[in-house]
Protein backbone atom coordinates (compact mmCIF):
# COMPACT_ATOMS: atom_id res chain seq x y z
CA UNK A 1 0.00 0.00 0.00
CA UNK A 2 1.53 3.60 -1.26
CA UNK A 3 1.32 6.26 1.21
CA UNK A 4 -0.50 9.34 0.65
CA UNK A 5 2.59 11.96 0.63
CA UNK A 6 4.58 9.05 -1.50
CA UNK A 7 2.27 9.23 -3.90
CA UNK A 8 1.93 12.68 -4.14
CA UNK A 9 5.66 12.46 -4.82
CA UNK A 10 5.14 10.33 -7.57
CA UNK A 11 2.90 12.11 -8.94
CA UNK A 12 4.52 15.31 -8.78
CA UNK A 13 7.65 13.48 -10.42
CA UNK A 14 5.58 12.42 -13.00
CA UNK A 15 4.39 15.83 -13.53
CA UNK A 16 7.81 16.99 -13.85
CA UNK A 17 8.86 14.41 -16.04
CA UNK A 18 5.50 15.04 -18.52
CA UNK A 19 6.34 18.74 -18.09
CA UNK A 20 9.70 18.14 -19.05
CA UNK A 21 8.26 15.63 -22.35
CA UNK A 22 6.61 18.61 -23.64
CA UNK A 23 8.81 21.93 -22.94
CA UNK A 24 12.14 20.14 -23.68
CA UNK A 25 11.75 19.63 -27.58
CA UNK A 26 10.32 23.33 -27.10
CA UNK A 27 13.64 24.53 -25.82
CA UNK A 28 15.41 22.20 -28.10
CA UNK A 29 13.99 23.30 -31.24
CA UNK A 30 14.36 27.39 -29.99
CA UNK A 31 17.78 26.20 -29.07
CA UNK A 32 18.43 24.51 -32.95
CA UNK A 33 16.87 27.95 -34.42
CA UNK A 34 18.97 30.15 -32.77
CA UNK A 35 22.14 27.97 -33.36
CA UNK A 36 20.98 27.95 -37.06
CA UNK A 37 20.32 31.61 -37.24
CA UNK A 38 23.49 32.95 -36.12
CA UNK A 39 24.08 36.47 -35.43
CA UNK A 40 26.73 38.06 -37.66
CA UNK A 41 28.89 40.99 -37.09
CA UNK A 42 30.47 42.45 -40.43
CA UNK A 43 33.87 44.74 -39.45
CA UNK A 44 34.66 46.57 -42.53
CA UNK A 45 37.90 48.26 -42.57
CA UNK A 46 38.68 51.04 -45.12
CA UNK A 47 41.93 50.40 -47.28
CA UNK A 48 43.42 48.35 -44.43
CA UNK A 49 45.89 46.07 -46.71
CA UNK A 50 47.48 42.71 -45.65
CA UNK A 51 50.54 43.72 -45.64
CA UNK A 52 49.16 46.00 -42.78
CA UNK A 53 48.55 42.65 -40.50
CA UNK A 54 50.65 40.50 -39.08
CA UNK A 55 49.11 37.14 -39.88
CA UNK A 56 49.45 37.68 -44.10
CA UNK A 57 53.06 37.41 -43.30
CA UNK A 58 53.59 40.68 -45.20
CA UNK A 59 56.54 42.72 -45.71
CA UNK A 60 55.52 44.68 -42.00
CA UNK A 61 54.34 41.68 -39.92
CA UNK A 62 57.14 42.49 -36.97
CA UNK A 63 55.90 45.83 -37.13
CA UNK A 64 52.32 46.32 -38.07
CA UNK A 65 51.38 44.93 -34.63
CA UNK A 66 47.63 43.82 -34.88
CA UNK A 67 47.27 41.21 -32.18
CA UNK A 68 43.57 41.41 -32.32
CA UNK A 69 43.12 41.06 -36.10
CA UNK A 70 45.85 38.26 -35.48
CA UNK A 71 43.84 36.38 -32.69
CA UNK A 72 40.55 36.58 -34.69
CA UNK A 73 42.62 34.74 -37.50
CA UNK A 74 43.83 31.92 -34.80
CA UNK A 75 40.13 31.34 -34.52
CA UNK A 76 38.66 31.39 -37.37
CA UNK A 77 39.78 31.31 -41.43
CA UNK A 78 42.44 33.55 -42.98
CA UNK A 79 41.66 33.88 -46.33
CA UNK A 80 44.99 34.93 -48.48
CA UNK A 81 43.69 35.67 -51.98
CA UNK A 82 40.77 37.75 -51.86
CA UNK A 83 40.31 40.08 -54.42
CA UNK A 84 38.52 43.08 -54.57
CA UNK A 85 36.77 43.74 -58.86
CA UNK A 86 36.69 47.44 -58.59
CA UNK A 87 39.84 49.08 -56.44
CA UNK A 88 38.22 51.74 -54.95
CA UNK A 89 36.51 52.88 -51.97
CA UNK A 90 32.57 53.52 -53.05
CA UNK A 91 32.36 50.67 -56.00
CA UNK A 92 33.96 48.00 -53.37
CA UNK A 93 31.01 48.96 -50.87
CA UNK A 94 28.23 49.05 -53.44
CA UNK A 95 29.87 45.43 -54.53
CA UNK A 96 30.12 44.20 -50.80
CA UNK A 97 26.69 44.99 -50.41
CA UNK A 98 24.70 43.67 -53.51
CA UNK A 99 26.90 40.88 -54.37
CA UNK A 100 27.38 42.37 -58.30
CA UNK A 101 29.96 44.23 -60.02
CA UNK A 102 30.32 48.04 -60.91
CA UNK A 103 28.48 47.84 -64.18
CA UNK A 104 25.31 46.58 -62.11
CA UNK A 105 25.24 47.82 -59.55
CA UNK A 106 25.66 50.93 -61.15
CA UNK A 107 28.32 52.40 -58.79
CA UNK A 108 31.62 52.58 -61.30
CA UNK A 109 33.88 55.20 -59.83
CA UNK A 110 33.89 57.37 -56.43
CA UNK A 111 31.43 59.87 -55.29
CA UNK A 112 27.94 58.11 -57.47
CA UNK A 113 24.90 57.77 -55.82
CA UNK A 114 24.37 54.04 -54.74
CA UNK A 115 20.71 52.83 -55.70
CA UNK A 116 19.85 51.14 -52.49
CA UNK A 117 16.21 49.78 -53.32
CA UNK A 118 18.28 46.76 -55.24
CA UNK A 119 18.75 43.79 -53.60
CA UNK A 120 21.76 43.64 -50.85
CA UNK A 121 22.27 41.37 -48.38
CA UNK A 122 20.93 43.94 -45.55
CA UNK A 123 17.73 43.72 -47.10
CA UNK A 124 17.60 40.09 -47.86
CA UNK A 125 18.76 39.44 -43.76
CA UNK A 126 16.14 42.14 -42.67
CA UNK A 127 13.22 40.50 -44.60
CA UNK A 128 14.41 37.32 -43.40
CA UNK A 129 13.98 38.29 -40.02
CA UNK A 130 17.53 39.82 -38.62
CA UNK A 131 17.79 43.11 -36.90
CA UNK A 132 20.20 45.05 -39.25
CA UNK A 133 22.21 48.13 -38.87
CA UNK A 134 25.46 49.82 -40.05
CA UNK A 135 27.48 52.35 -38.27
CA UNK A 136 30.46 53.92 -39.99
CA UNK A 137 31.99 54.94 -42.90
CA UNK A 138 29.49 54.22 -45.83
CA UNK A 139 30.36 56.53 -49.14
CA UNK A 140 27.92 55.60 -51.03
CA UNK A 141 26.18 59.38 -51.41
CA UNK A 142 22.70 57.86 -50.67
CA UNK A 143 21.51 57.36 -47.24
CA UNK A 144 21.26 53.43 -46.11
CA UNK A 145 18.07 51.59 -46.88
CA UNK A 146 17.02 48.64 -45.62
CA UNK A 147 18.54 48.73 -42.03
CA UNK A 148 16.92 48.70 -38.93
CA UNK A 149 19.30 52.01 -38.10
CA UNK A 150 22.36 53.52 -38.84
CA UNK A 151 24.89 56.57 -38.22
CA UNK A 152 26.71 56.61 -40.94
CA UNK A 153 29.89 59.13 -41.65
CA UNK A 154 29.31 61.78 -44.28
CA UNK A 155 31.48 61.44 -47.17
CA UNK A 156 35.13 60.36 -45.82
CA UNK A 157 34.15 61.74 -42.45
CA UNK A 158 36.85 63.18 -40.19
CA UNK A 159 38.79 61.15 -37.73
CA UNK A 160 38.90 63.41 -34.38
CA UNK A 161 34.80 64.45 -33.41
CA UNK A 162 33.33 63.15 -36.30
CA UNK A 163 30.10 63.90 -37.71
CA UNK A 164 26.80 61.77 -38.47
CA UNK A 165 24.17 61.38 -40.75
CA UNK A 166 21.70 59.63 -38.11
CA UNK A 167 18.49 58.18 -39.21
CA UNK A 168 15.60 59.89 -38.43
CA UNK A 169 17.62 63.24 -37.94
CA UNK A 170 17.68 65.81 -40.52
CA UNK A 171 21.15 67.48 -39.07
CA UNK A 172 24.50 66.05 -38.82
CA UNK A 173 25.37 65.00 -35.33
CA UNK A 174 28.94 65.93 -33.91
CA UNK A 175 30.31 62.97 -31.78
CA UNK A 176 33.45 63.69 -29.37
CA UNK A 177 36.08 61.40 -29.42
CA UNK A 178 38.15 59.25 -32.38
CA UNK A 179 36.44 57.80 -35.12
CA UNK A 180 37.46 54.40 -34.70
CA UNK A 181 36.29 54.04 -30.81
CA UNK A 182 32.92 56.38 -31.73
CA UNK A 183 32.15 53.48 -34.82
CA UNK A 184 32.85 50.54 -31.99
CA UNK A 185 30.87 52.29 -29.55
CA UNK A 186 28.05 52.43 -31.43
CA UNK A 187 28.38 48.84 -32.81
CA UNK A 188 28.31 47.98 -28.94
CA UNK A 189 25.36 49.83 -27.85
CA UNK A 190 23.21 48.86 -30.76
CA UNK A 191 24.20 45.58 -29.88
CA UNK A 192 23.48 45.74 -26.55
CA UNK A 193 20.19 47.75 -26.79
CA UNK A 194 18.92 44.98 -29.29
CA UNK A 195 15.56 42.65 -29.17
CA UNK A 196 17.67 39.30 -28.01
CA UNK A 197 15.23 37.50 -29.05
CA UNK A 198 15.94 38.22 -32.95
CA UNK A 199 19.48 37.57 -35.14
CA UNK A 200 21.22 40.62 -35.93
CA UNK A 201 23.41 41.26 -39.20
CA UNK A 202 25.45 44.76 -38.07
CA UNK A 203 28.43 45.91 -40.39
CA UNK A 204 30.81 48.09 -38.41
CA UNK A 205 32.60 50.01 -41.04
CA UNK A 206 35.89 51.77 -39.78
CA UNK A 207 37.45 54.81 -41.76
CA UNK A 208 40.77 53.81 -39.91
CA UNK A 209 43.28 53.30 -42.32
CA UNK A 210 42.13 55.85 -44.91
CA UNK A 211 44.14 59.03 -45.59
CA UNK A 212 45.45 61.39 -43.70
CA UNK A 213 46.13 58.39 -41.34
CA UNK A 214 45.60 60.02 -38.66
CA UNK A 215 46.03 58.14 -35.08
CA UNK A 216 46.04 58.69 -31.31
CA UNK A 217 47.59 57.80 -28.19
CA UNK A 218 49.19 55.54 -26.98
CA UNK A 219 50.08 54.20 -31.15
CA UNK A 220 50.88 57.73 -32.69
CA UNK A 221 54.07 57.56 -31.63
CA UNK A 222 54.63 53.95 -31.59
CA UNK A 223 57.03 53.48 -34.44
CA UNK A 224 59.21 56.95 -34.04
CA UNK A 225 62.45 55.09 -33.26
CA UNK A 226 61.63 51.56 -35.14
CA UNK A 227 63.06 50.84 -38.29
CA UNK A 228 60.89 50.35 -40.93
CA UNK A 229 61.52 47.68 -43.61
CA UNK A 230 61.14 49.31 -47.18
CA UNK A 231 60.19 47.14 -50.37
CA UNK A 232 62.67 46.46 -52.56
CA UNK A 233 60.90 48.25 -55.95
CA UNK A 234 60.11 51.49 -53.65
CA UNK A 235 62.46 53.08 -56.67
CA UNK A 236 60.29 51.39 -59.48
CA UNK A 237 61.26 53.22 -62.50
CA UNK A 238 58.16 51.32 -64.32
CA UNK A 239 60.65 50.73 -67.66
CA UNK A 240 59.42 47.29 -68.39
CA UNK A 241 55.71 48.68 -68.16
CA UNK A 242 53.62 50.28 -69.85
CA UNK A 243 52.99 53.91 -69.64
CA UNK A 244 50.36 53.62 -66.76
CA UNK A 245 52.72 53.56 -64.17
CA UNK A 246 54.29 56.57 -65.50
CA UNK A 247 51.36 58.45 -65.99
CA UNK A 248 49.71 57.85 -62.58
CA UNK A 249 50.17 60.54 -59.66
CA UNK A 250 50.20 57.20 -57.18
CA UNK A 251 53.75 57.98 -56.30
CA UNK A 252 54.52 59.04 -52.88
CA UNK A 253 56.54 62.16 -53.56
CA UNK A 254 53.27 63.02 -55.13
CA UNK A 255 51.06 62.82 -52.23
CA UNK A 256 49.63 66.78 -51.64
CA UNK A 257 50.20 68.29 -48.49
CA UNK A 258 46.59 68.59 -47.78
CA UNK A 259 46.24 64.70 -47.95
CA UNK A 260 49.49 64.23 -45.91
CA UNK A 261 50.56 67.37 -44.19
CA UNK A 262 54.38 66.30 -43.46
CA UNK A 263 57.72 67.44 -44.14
CA UNK A 264 59.03 68.18 -47.44
CA UNK A 265 62.20 68.45 -48.23
CA UNK A 266 63.83 71.02 -50.15
CA UNK A 267 65.90 70.82 -53.52
CA UNK A 268 65.76 66.80 -53.52
CA UNK A 269 65.45 64.41 -56.08
CA UNK A 270 62.09 62.02 -56.80
CA UNK A 271 63.71 59.52 -55.17
CA UNK A 272 64.83 61.55 -52.02
CA UNK A 273 61.68 62.85 -51.58
CA UNK A 274 60.07 59.78 -52.05
CA UNK A 275 61.99 57.77 -49.45
CA UNK A 276 61.31 60.98 -47.19
CA UNK A 277 57.67 60.58 -47.28
CA UNK A 278 57.85 56.60 -47.55
CA UNK A 279 59.32 57.18 -43.51
CA UNK A 280 56.65 59.29 -42.10
CA UNK A 281 54.16 57.44 -44.76
CA UNK A 282 54.33 53.77 -43.50
CA UNK A 283 54.81 54.70 -40.00
CA UNK A 284 51.76 56.64 -40.14
CA UNK A 285 49.35 54.07 -41.68
CA UNK A 286 51.09 51.39 -39.24
CA UNK A 287 49.99 53.53 -36.80
CA UNK A 288 46.36 53.95 -37.53
CA UNK A 289 46.35 50.32 -38.12
CA UNK A 290 47.12 49.91 -34.29
CA UNK A 291 43.72 51.91 -33.25
CA UNK A 292 41.85 50.20 -35.42
CA UNK A 293 43.03 47.16 -34.44
CA UNK A 294 42.62 48.05 -30.61
CA UNK A 295 38.83 48.66 -31.72
CA UNK A 296 38.48 44.93 -33.10
CA UNK A 297 40.09 43.87 -29.63
CA UNK A 298 37.54 45.78 -27.96
CA UNK A 299 34.43 44.06 -30.08
CA UNK A 300 35.74 40.72 -29.52
CA UNK A 301 35.92 41.93 -25.65
CA UNK A 302 32.23 42.96 -26.27
CA UNK A 303 31.31 39.90 -27.56
CA UNK A 304 32.46 37.44 -24.92
CA UNK A 305 31.13 39.38 -22.01
CA UNK A 306 27.78 39.32 -23.32
CA UNK A 307 27.98 36.16 -23.91
CA UNK A 308 27.63 36.24 -27.98
CA UNK A 309 30.85 35.06 -28.92
CA UNK A 310 30.09 31.29 -29.76
CA UNK A 311 27.05 32.09 -31.84
CA UNK A 312 27.91 35.46 -33.59
CA UNK A 313 29.66 34.87 -36.89
CA UNK A 314 33.04 37.65 -36.84
CA UNK A 315 34.15 38.99 -40.85
CA UNK A 316 37.11 41.19 -40.67
CA UNK A 317 37.96 42.58 -44.36
CA UNK A 318 38.30 46.02 -45.57
CA UNK A 319 36.99 48.18 -49.06
CA UNK A 320 40.47 46.98 -50.96
CA UNK A 321 44.01 46.81 -50.38
CA UNK A 322 46.58 49.62 -50.65
CA UNK A 323 50.10 50.38 -52.04
CA UNK A 324 52.43 50.55 -49.06
CA UNK A 325 55.28 51.98 -50.71
CA UNK A 326 55.58 49.16 -53.64
CA UNK A 327 56.34 50.38 -56.98
CA UNK A 328 56.75 53.74 -55.55
CA UNK A 329 52.73 54.14 -54.40
CA UNK A 330 50.57 54.72 -52.17
CA UNK A 331 46.95 54.25 -52.22
CA UNK A 332 45.23 51.70 -54.45
CA UNK A 333 42.61 51.59 -57.74
CA UNK A 334 45.99 49.33 -60.03
CA UNK A 335 45.04 46.15 -60.78
CA UNK A 336 48.41 44.71 -58.93
CA UNK A 337 48.69 42.86 -55.74
CA UNK A 338 49.16 45.79 -53.08
CA UNK A 339 45.77 47.13 -54.11
CA UNK A 340 43.66 44.56 -55.55
CA UNK A 341 43.82 41.71 -52.74
CA UNK A 342 41.92 42.22 -49.56
CA UNK A 343 42.07 40.82 -46.24
CA UNK A 344 38.87 38.36 -45.13
CA UNK A 345 39.00 36.42 -41.77
CA UNK A 346 36.04 34.31 -40.63
CA UNK A 347 35.47 33.51 -37.62
CA UNK A 348 32.20 31.02 -36.50
CA UNK A 349 32.85 28.39 -33.51
CA UNK A 350 31.40 25.20 -34.67
CA UNK A 351 31.55 25.89 -38.71
CA UNK A 352 35.50 26.99 -39.18
CA UNK A 353 38.47 25.60 -37.70
CA UNK A 354 40.39 27.97 -35.94
CA UNK A 355 43.99 28.82 -37.21
CA UNK A 356 43.15 27.47 -41.13
CA UNK A 357 44.03 29.40 -44.10
CA UNK A 358 42.76 29.40 -47.28
CA UNK A 359 44.22 29.94 -50.52
CA UNK A 360 41.20 29.82 -53.29
CA UNK A 361 40.44 32.83 -55.38
CA UNK A 362 37.75 34.59 -53.72
CA UNK A 363 36.18 37.98 -54.52
CA UNK A 364 34.25 40.90 -53.01
CA UNK A 365 31.04 39.97 -55.09
CA UNK A 366 31.01 36.91 -52.82
CA UNK A 367 30.16 38.43 -49.76
CA UNK A 368 27.15 38.68 -49.81
CA UNK A 369 26.00 35.76 -51.21
CA UNK A 370 28.51 34.05 -48.38
CA UNK A 371 26.00 36.12 -45.52
CA UNK A 372 22.84 35.93 -46.90
CA UNK A 373 23.65 31.79 -47.14
CA UNK A 374 25.57 31.62 -43.61
CA UNK A 375 22.11 33.18 -42.24
CA UNK A 376 20.64 30.07 -44.12
CA UNK A 377 19.11 32.32 -46.38
CA UNK A 378 18.10 31.83 -50.58
CA UNK A 379 21.23 33.81 -52.32
CA UNK A 380 18.68 35.53 -54.92
CA UNK A 381 19.74 35.00 -58.75
CA UNK A 382 21.03 38.60 -59.33
CA UNK A 383 23.89 38.38 -57.17
CA UNK A 384 26.69 37.60 -59.46
CA UNK A 385 29.16 35.94 -56.61
CA UNK A 386 29.05 32.79 -55.29
CA UNK A 387 29.04 31.44 -51.49
CA UNK A 388 32.47 30.99 -49.65
CA UNK A 389 30.66 28.59 -47.34
CA UNK A 390 32.05 25.37 -48.38
CA UNK A 391 35.63 26.46 -48.46
CA UNK A 392 34.49 27.85 -45.02
CA UNK A 393 33.71 24.02 -44.30
CA UNK A 394 37.06 23.22 -45.48
CA UNK A 395 35.24 21.88 -48.51
CA UNK A 396 36.29 23.40 -52.19
CA UNK A 397 33.86 22.78 -54.76
CA UNK A 398 34.99 21.11 -57.80
CA UNK A 399 33.58 23.80 -60.55
CA UNK A 400 35.27 26.55 -58.08
CA UNK A 401 36.37 29.47 -60.00
CA UNK A 402 39.85 29.60 -61.41
CA UNK A 403 40.16 33.51 -63.00
CA UNK A 404 38.95 36.90 -61.57
CA UNK A 405 37.56 39.26 -63.45
CA UNK A 406 38.66 43.14 -62.63
CA UNK A 407 38.20 46.09 -64.28
CA UNK A 408 38.71 49.79 -62.86
CA UNK A 409 36.19 52.40 -64.79
CA UNK A 410 37.46 55.73 -63.06
CA UNK A 411 39.86 56.43 -66.13
CA UNK A 412 42.48 59.58 -64.88
CA UNK A 413 39.90 61.14 -62.78
CA UNK A 414 41.90 61.66 -59.03
CA UNK A 415 45.72 60.32 -59.68
CA UNK A 416 45.70 59.84 -63.01
CA UNK A 417 45.24 55.90 -63.21
CA UNK A 418 44.11 54.66 -66.65
CA UNK A 419 41.03 52.66 -66.82
CA UNK A 420 41.70 48.79 -67.25
CA UNK A 421 40.20 45.63 -66.79
CA UNK A 422 41.91 42.04 -66.89
CA UNK A 423 42.42 38.14 -65.50
CA UNK A 424 43.88 37.35 -62.44
CA UNK A 425 44.50 33.22 -62.21
CA UNK A 426 46.63 31.55 -59.74
CA UNK A 427 49.55 32.09 -61.30
CA UNK A 428 49.04 34.72 -63.89
CA UNK A 429 47.79 38.14 -64.58
CA UNK A 430 46.95 39.64 -68.03
CA UNK A 431 45.89 43.38 -67.99
CA UNK A 432 44.54 45.63 -70.67
CA UNK A 433 44.66 49.30 -70.09
CA UNK A 434 42.01 49.74 -73.09
CA UNK A 435 42.49 53.58 -71.52
CA UNK A 436 38.72 54.74 -72.56
CA UNK A 437 36.89 56.62 -70.17
CA UNK A 438 33.71 55.09 -71.19
CA UNK A 439 31.12 57.39 -70.38
CA UNK A 440 33.02 57.71 -66.54
CA UNK A 441 34.72 60.34 -66.77
CA UNK A 442 35.39 63.56 -68.99
CA UNK A 443 38.82 62.87 -69.08
CA UNK A 444 40.48 61.83 -72.49
CA UNK A 445 41.56 58.56 -73.87
CA UNK A 446 44.83 57.96 -74.21
CA UNK A 447 46.74 54.86 -75.89
CA UNK A 448 45.97 51.02 -75.05
CA UNK A 449 48.68 49.02 -73.31
CA UNK A 450 49.10 45.26 -72.32
CA UNK A 451 50.74 44.06 -69.14
CA UNK A 452 51.39 40.25 -68.10
CA UNK A 453 52.39 38.91 -65.36
CA UNK A 454 53.90 35.26 -64.19
CA UNK A 455 52.81 35.80 -60.07
CA UNK A 456 55.08 32.47 -59.15
CA UNK A 457 57.90 34.18 -60.38
CA UNK A 458 57.41 37.68 -60.19
CA UNK A 459 55.10 38.26 -57.25
CA UNK A 460 55.96 41.92 -57.13
CA UNK A 461 54.74 42.56 -60.73
CA UNK A 462 58.16 44.39 -62.10
CA UNK A 463 58.48 42.09 -65.42
CA UNK A 464 56.05 43.06 -68.08
CA UNK A 465 55.82 39.44 -70.62
CA UNK A 466 53.51 40.73 -72.60
CA UNK A 467 55.64 41.71 -75.66
CA UNK A 468 57.80 38.12 -75.08
CA UNK A 469 57.25 35.87 -77.93
CA UNK A 470 57.27 33.03 -75.89
CA UNK A 471 54.19 33.49 -74.45
CA UNK A 472 51.63 34.26 -77.27
CA UNK A 473 50.11 31.03 -76.62
CA UNK A 474 49.57 31.68 -72.84
CA UNK A 475 48.08 35.14 -73.43
CA UNK A 476 45.53 33.82 -76.26
CA UNK A 477 44.44 31.62 -73.27
CA UNK A 478 44.28 34.00 -70.91
CA UNK A 479 42.56 36.33 -73.30
CA UNK A 480 39.87 33.62 -74.02
CA UNK A 481 39.59 32.74 -70.18
CA UNK A 482 39.11 36.99 -69.69
CA UNK A 483 36.34 37.21 -72.55
CA UNK A 484 34.48 34.21 -70.55
CA UNK A 485 34.57 36.10 -67.41
CA UNK A 486 33.67 39.02 -69.52
CA UNK A 487 30.56 37.21 -71.22
CA UNK A 488 29.41 35.16 -67.79
CA UNK A 489 29.46 38.77 -65.85
CA UNK A 490 27.60 40.03 -68.58
CA UNK A 491 30.14 43.03 -68.56
CA UNK A 492 30.96 42.68 -73.00
CA UNK A 493 32.56 45.17 -74.82
CA UNK A 494 29.79 45.08 -77.61
CA UNK A 495 28.56 47.70 -74.78
CA UNK A 496 30.45 50.43 -75.77
CA UNK A 497 31.29 51.15 -79.66
CA UNK A 498 34.56 53.26 -79.13
CA UNK A 499 36.00 49.65 -77.33
CA UNK A 500 34.91 47.61 -79.57
CA UNK A 501 36.85 50.02 -82.14
CA UNK A 502 39.66 50.09 -80.37
CA UNK A 503 39.33 46.18 -79.81
CA UNK A 504 39.90 45.54 -83.59
CA UNK A 505 42.99 46.89 -83.53
CA UNK A 506 44.39 46.29 -80.40
CA UNK A 507 42.86 42.68 -78.74
CA UNK A 508 44.11 39.99 -80.82
CA UNK A 509 47.38 41.69 -81.62
CA1 LIG B 1 38.84 52.40 -49.30
Redesign the pocket.
Known amino acids: MIDQPTLNRITKRNRRTLLLAFTLPIVLFNLEAAQSRPNILFILA??HTTQAISCYDGLFADQANTVNIDRLASQGMRFANVFCTNS??SP?RATILTGTYSHKNGVYILHQEFDGTQTTSNQVLRDAGYQTAVFGKWHLKSEPYGFDDYKVLQKQGRYQNPEFVVKGKDELVTYEGWSTDVITEMTTDYIRERDPNKPFFVMCQYKST?DPWDSRAPFDTALENVEMPVPENLYDDYQSRGLASQRTTLKLEMINQETFPHTRLQNATDHEQRRHVYEQYIRAFLECGMVLDENVGKLMKFLEEENLVENTIVVYT???GHFLGEHGFFS?RFMYEEAMRMPLIVRYPGVVQAGSVNDDLVANIDFAPTLIELAGEHVPSRMQGTSIQPLLQGRRPENWRTGIYYHYWQHLLHRDVTAHYGIRTHTHKLIYFHGLPLGMTEYPPVDPDWELFDLQHDPAEMENLYHDPDKSALIKDLKIQLIELKRQYECLDSAYPELVERNKIHFWK
Do not use: G, L, R
Open positions: DDICSHADQK
